[in-house]
Every structure is written in C-alpha cells, then in structure tokens.
C-alpha cells in the first residue's frame, strides 16, 4: 500500500496540478490492468489458435502501444509537465475511439464515447479544457459526417457543450471548495501555530514563576527557620531574665517589710508611709515578672498543670482576699455568686485557677469606675463547671475583641494610656484555659460592661487519661 501511495502521489508544489497529475495516474493504473487482460487474451488466442492474424496482429498491436502509452504518459506526468501527460492522454483517447470505430457507427451509437474524454478533461487538465475538448470533438464529428455526406448532427454537438458546461460547473466548483478549504488550513495552521507559540510562552513563564515561587518558598522557609529561633532565643532572654528579677525583687519586698516591722528600729510615720508605696510597687513589678516568666514557659511548652483536690469555697476566698482591697480602693463592691449545684469539692491546679480569676477580676477593675464586678460560678452540665467574671464598666470595643487575647497586645497601646501592664493577663488566662481543655468567652458592648466566661472540664485532661 505505501509502494502505491508513493507511486500514485506527485511531488508537485502547486496543489491543483498534484491532485489533477494523481487523478490521472489513477486512471492511468485503472487502465493498465484491463490492457494486461487484452494482451493476454491476443497471446491465448495465438496459443490456441482459434482467431484470425489479423485479429491477433490488431491486439497485439493495440495492448502493447497502449501500454507503452501508458508508461510514457506516467513517466511524463511525473518528472516533467502534467498538463502535457494530461493532454496526451485525452488525445489518446479520442483518436482511439475515432480510429477503431466505423464512420457510420460513430456518428450514431457510438456518440456517447466521446463524452468520457469531455469529462476527464475538466478532471485531469484545467476546468475550461472539457470546452477545448467538446470543440475538437465536434470538429471531428462534423469532418465525418461531411465525408459521409449527412446532415450535421447539431443535436450531438449541443449535447457536447451542455456536458462540458455541466463539466466545467462541477469543476470549478470543486477547485473553489478545495481553495476554501486550504485556506481555512491555512488559517488553522496558522492558528495552531500561534496558540503553540502563546503556550509555549506561558509555559516558560509558568516555569520562570514556578522557580521564582520555589526560591521564595526557600526563603520563607529560612526566615521561617530564623523567626523560630529568635522565638526560641525570646523566650528563653524573657525566662532568664524573670528568673534573675524575681530574687531581687522578693529580697526589697522582704527587706522593706522586716524595715516596716521595725526589726531594725523605729520606723516614723513617714517612713512607714514611703515602705508601703515600696512595697506596693514592688508587687506590682513582682506580679509583671510573673507573668514574664509564665508567658515565656508556655510559648515553650514548660508549663505544666498540677492537679489535685481543693475546694471551692476555699478558692474564692484566696480570689477575695486578693481582689477585695482593690475593689474596695475603687469604689466598688465584689459580689460572689454560687449556683447551689456547683460541687463543693473539685479536681484541679487551684494555683492557676486563682491566677485565672484574679487576672480577670483585675484587668475588669481596670476598666470599671463605677458599680462592681462579681464573680458568678455555676455548673452548666454534668462534664463540665464555669465562671463568669462581670463588670459594670466601660465594656471593650468590637475589633478589639478580634485581638484581646494575643499576647503583648493592649485596647490602649499609647504611651499616654492610662492602664499600665504588658497586656499578658488576658493572653495568659486564655492559654491556660486551653491547656485545661477548657474554653474562655467574651460578651462586651461599649457602656454595658463586659463579662467573660470560663467552661472547664470536671475531670482534668490528666486524670481522663489515668482513668481510662
């Protein structure tokens, strides 16, 4: 099949003049076959001699000058000029069926042959040929039928035309469609080859993005890496130096209250007065340190819970006792409420448990003028108990609650604020509330105050594990 493809197939740069060469070597093979049979009917009939030879002369004669014919017209159409094979051919044709067919005969049952050359010319040469070839087809009919002295056929002749306009219509027809479509290829062509061109460039930047995006991610990672190693270095700079302020800050406290006892003389009024204001400041510098060293420890992962029984009652005195002089200071009144189905006795670490109430009792003090707080302590269902701590003051703007947890992070950041702190007591109560597998709410409104909630678990996450 591909030896065929390749002998059927004209190198020809101009496409019309291949696929007009390539039909006329399909014919060309069509008509080869059927000369091979005539020939090898002339050589049975010679073997067999029952013809006439004459007869046999005239087969021999006619098989093999048509196949040389058809070799020549071949080797024509495809190393020279198509058009002229194309010629040849039809010429071929309409003097073989002039030459092996009666006068008489021809100018009547044979007129019908000559359409096949009026066709093929339309096919194999240019679409006006089939004119060309009804002219000289005519002409030669006329020539025959004056030899013969008849009437000219006009009949014929107006067919022949009629067949080479429907011909040349058809033709052009063809080449016009076959023109719109290797234009439309050619469009597509050059579509694809645009689109291929779009793709590759995308491509490239696709890969130019993805190493720019790849040595980004690279160096994400190294900052990433070296902003967990100043954390690292932070929170052990802030551990450390809470640990070395904390010795000298107990000794002062220690010191000014064995001066305010009078272990080392008498102590005047005044004296007594400025060891309080020392004292005072010192708790506060102490109470920060503290809260220093327990964010550190948490942002490492070293703080650890010590759970054990307590009770509550002896809980919210702890808180009272604590919370009850600042309140008192201010103005305001500390109210304790206890739902009669909250337990008496509970499992926990009452150490940061104070730490969490008495953060949020002061940070409430804070921020109220006027009226109170109270401490609300319930039992929400049977896993869980709470408190509320509530305020009657200045309540907390709506996005700054999106951020009063974070640590370091404060409603009033100015150096001309009014409260004072690192902005650690909400954001340790938080993580601490969340290493107890517990959960912190906040409902606040501007002028109506605020009130935070504390949920825990009855059973502490240790003591689930040691049961199970």
Excluded: C
Excluded at 107 to 135: G, N
Excluded at 356 to 375: C, D, W
């Amino acid at each position: 099949m591909r030896f065929l493809a390749r002998l059927l197939d004209i190198p020809a740069l101009d496409p019309d003049d291949a696929r007009r060469r390539k039909l006329l070597n399909i014919l060309l093979l069509i008509i080869a076959p059927f000369t091979i049979l005539i020939l090898s009917f002339a050589l049975y009939l010679d073997a067999s001699g029952t013809g006439t030879p004459l007869g046999i002369r005239t087969l021999y004669l006619a098989s093999v000058s048509t196949l040389v014919g058809i070799v020549l017209i071949f080797l024509i159409n495809r190393y020279w000029l198509g058009w002229l094979a194309s010629l040849i051919f039809l010429l071929l044709i309409t003097f073989a069926i002039f030459l092996n067919i009666e006068p008489q005969l021809l100018v009547k049952e044979f007129l019908f042959l000559f359409t096949i050359p009026i066709l093929m010319a339309s096919v194999i040469l240019r679409s006006w040929s089939s004119f060309a070839m009804a002219s000289l087809i005519s002409f030669l009919i006329i020539q025959t039928e004056l030899k013969l002295k008849n009437i000219i056929s006009l009949p014929a002749i107006l067919g022949f035309f009629t067949i080479a306009v429907v011909s040349w219509l058809s033709s052009r027809t063809l080449e016009s469609a076959l023109q719109d479509l290797r234009t439309i290829n050619r469009e597509l062509d050059q579509r694809v080859a645009d689109r291929t061109r779009q793709l590759a460039t995308a491509n490239t930047q696709l890969a130019n993005t993805n190493v720019e995006l790849a040595n980004a991610n690279q160096q994400l990672e190294v900052a990433y890496e070296q902003l967990k190693e100043l954390d690292r270095l932070k929170s052990r700079f802030v551990s450390t130096i809470s640990h070395e302020l904390r010795t000298p800050l107990s000794a002062i406290h220690g010191f000014a209250e064995m001066v305010n006892m009078g272990v080392y003389g008498p102590v005047t009024e005044k004296q007594q007065n400025a060891l309080k204001r020392i004292m005072t400041n010192d708790q506060k510098l102490l109470s920060l340190v503290n809260d220093l060293l327990d964010q550190a420890r948490m942002e490492a992962g070293q703080l650890s819970l010590h759970n054990e029984l307590f009770t509550l009652p002896d809980l919210i005195h702890d808180v009272e006792s604590t919370i009850h002089v600042l309140a008192e200071n201010k103005g305001l009144y500390l109210k304790v409420e206890i739902d009669e189905n909250v337990p008496q006795a509970l499992l926990g670490d009452s150490k940061r448990l104070h730490q969490i109430i008495v953060n949020l009792a002061n940070n409430a003090l804070k921020f109220t003028e006027q009226g109170g707080i109270t401490l609300h302590f319930y039992h929400s269902n049977p896993d869980t108990w709470g408190f509320a701590v509530i305020d009657t003051g200045t309540g907390i703007p709506a996005e700054a609650q999106k951020y009063i947890f974070d640590p370091f992070r404060q409603i009033d950041s100015s150096a001309t604020r009014e409260h004072t702190g690192f902005g650690l007591g909400l954001a340790i109560v938080k993580q601490l509330v969340t290493l107890m597998e517990g959960e912190v709410r906040l409902d606040s409104s501007l002028g109506q105050g605020s009130t935070f909630s504390v949920v825990l678990p009855l059973l502490p996450p240790n003591h689930k594990e040691e049961t199970a």
